[in-house]
């Protein structure tokens, strides 16, 4: 069974730093992983997505890797800002079996002015 | 472009009544998931609909269940409501199975 892990479960940084999340998953057995974003009392926002065959996607001040073969991904944000403010999931779309997103339960990140 | 709309978008209802809930996906896309979201469980994947046909279905009670139209709009229903159902309801749409999902922003319900 699928488990994805999100280590740590709250951040806070000051404005300006580089910071990194994290994403573990137990089965490397995957079509991709996708990292989103939530605000409070909103959905979620696709941020990036990687297909298993990839090794790194980008997008503005977001770069996500992904290193299958130890079930690791990690969202790299540059010059983080007050607006980076949210809680940050990953989910990983499992190759076989049940097809189904398997989510993270998330890093909240506050970045401090 | 549109993107994914959930109505509505907050709702009471005590123990033992039902609800259905509704999801309109982004123009052109055919595949739609639901997830119940809570502090405690995090996100959970209750069903995926796909052209009509149930293809995937979480390992939740019965009395969730789901629907999708021609139009790729769907619908899901609780039944017997719990105390433990206050959660809040999240559809994803997206253009095939495996693609890119894009969220709505949820419905909020609250049992009494």
């Known amino acids: 069974k699928q488990e994805v892990t999100q280590i740590p479960a709250a951040l806070s940084v000051p404005e300006g730093e580089n910071l990194v999340l994290n994403c573990s998953f137990t089965?490397?057995?995957?079509?991709?992983l996708q990292w989103f974003r939530q605000d409070p009392g909103k959905g979620l926002t696709s941020l990036l997505l990687?297909?298993?065959?990839?090794r790194e996607q980008t997008s503005g001040r977001l770069n996500a890797s992904l290193d299958k073969s130890s079930g690791r991904s990690t969202l790299y944000i540059a010059a983080s800002q007050p607006g980076d403010s949210a809680t940050y999931l990953c989910?990983?779309?499992?190759?076989?079996?049940?097809?189904?997103?398997?989510f993270g339960k998330g890093t909240k990140l506050t970045v401090n002015p | 472009k549109a993107g994914v709309t959930q109505t509505p978008r907050y709702l009471i209802k005590t123990r033992g009544q039902q609800v259905t809930l509704s999801c309109s996906p982004i123009s052109g896309h055919r595949s739609v998931s639901w997830y119940q979201q809570t502090p405690g469980q995090g996100l959970q994947f209750l069903f995926e609909?796909?052209?009509?046909?149930?293809?995937n279905k979480g390992n939740f009670p019965g009395r969730f269940s789901g629907r999708q139209f021609s139009n790729s709009r769907s619908e899901m229903n609780v039944s017997t409501l719990e105390l433990g159902d206050s959660a809040l309801y999240l559809c994803?749409?997206?253009?095939?199975?495996?693609?890119?999902?894009?969220f709505g922003d949820g419905t909020r319900l609250s049992i009494l």
């Open positions: 990687i297909q298993s065959s990839q």
């Open positions: 089965d490397s057995a995957i079509y991709n």
């Open positions: 989910a990983v779309y499992p190759q076989g079996g049940s097809e189904k997103l398997v």
């Open positions: 994803a749409s997206s253009f095939a199975p495996r693609e890119p999902q894009h």
């Open positions: 609909y796909f052209s009509e046909t149930q293809r």
